[in-house]
Nanobody
Framework: VQLQASGGGLVQAGGSLRLSCVASGSTSSINAIGWFRQAPGKARELVAGISSGGSTNYAESVKGRFTISRDNAKSTVYLQMNSLKPEDTALYYC?????????WGQGTLVTVSS
């Protein structure tokens, strides 16, 4: 499985961005896809996840502001990020879980200016 993340950029506080993660390869083996982020000097953390059945979960810090969704026809998972804050600045990664392996895409940088 290969994951290609995109959509990061520079945005002012209060603005919005939409990240995309396109999966290719043996995508039928994927159980869930998540978005993680890592800010400078901090540990990587889960931001949001979506299961193959459509169940979602979010970090407390992004609830009500971020929405994760998937388009199975396009093998793509989106992360809509609204009301962005400077503390959302980080490198965002998408991650896919299968019964045997975990896959990571390259990061896409989100920078929120105050």
């Amino acid at each position: 499985v290969q994951l290609q993340a995109s959509g990061g950029g520079l945005v002012q506080a209060g603005g919005s961005l939409r990240l995309s993660c396109v999966a290719s390869g043996s995508t039928s083996s994927i159980n869930a896809i998540g978005w993680f982020r890592q800010a400078p000097g901090k540990a990587r953390e889960l931001v949001a996840g979506i299961s193959s059945g459509g169940s979602t979960n979010y970090a407390e810090s992004v609830k009500g502001r971020f929405t994760i969704s998937r388009d199975n026809a396009k093998s793509t998972v989106y992360l809509q990020m609204n009301s962005l804050k400077p503390e959302d600045t980080a490198l965002y990664y998408c991650n896919a879980d299968s019964p045997i392996l975990t896959y990571w895409g390259q990061g896409t940088l989100v920078t929120v200016s105050s």
